[in-house]
């Protein structure tokens, strides 16, 4: 059984930063893909961006040039960095992540606000 925490989540103005971690412990064969969801209210969820265990980044096209994913292999974490954040960035962002051989697992998400 894996376990997600993620971190970072918060309350940031119109063009400010912040930065999404989530640790996955529990894999015994390590992570092949890792990525960010997204759920604003009234929408469904929505993919934001996905990286590979060889590093092969994918984004949804609203957030190209401003938010960053990356991992960290040695420690099972995969970061999201995001700037210029924009009021309707605003939703619960979950962690998604699929070990080697086993099935996809996510996060309880943490919310992110961006004031106008």
């Known amino acids: 059984q894996v376990q997600l925490v993620e971190s970072g989540g918060g309350l940031v103005q119109a063009g400010g930063s912040l930065r999404l971690s989530c640790a996955a412990s529990?894999?015994?064969?390590?992570?092949?893909?890792m990525g960010w969801y997204r759920q604003a209210p009234g929408n469904q969820r929505e993919l934001v961006a996905t990286?590979?265990?060889?590093?092969?980044?994918n984004y949804v096209d609203s957030v190209k040039g401003r938010f960053t994913i990356s991992r960290d292999n040695a420690k099972n974490t995969v970061y999201l960095q995001m700037n210029s954040l924009k009021p309707e960035d605003t939703a619960v962002y979950y962690c998604n992540v699929r070990p080697f051989g086993d099935m996809h697992y996510w996060g309880k998400g943490t919310l992110v606000t961006v004031s106008s």
């Open positions: 529990g894999s015994r064969f390590g992570i092949s893909s």
């Open positions: 990286i590979t265990s060889g590093g092969s980044t």
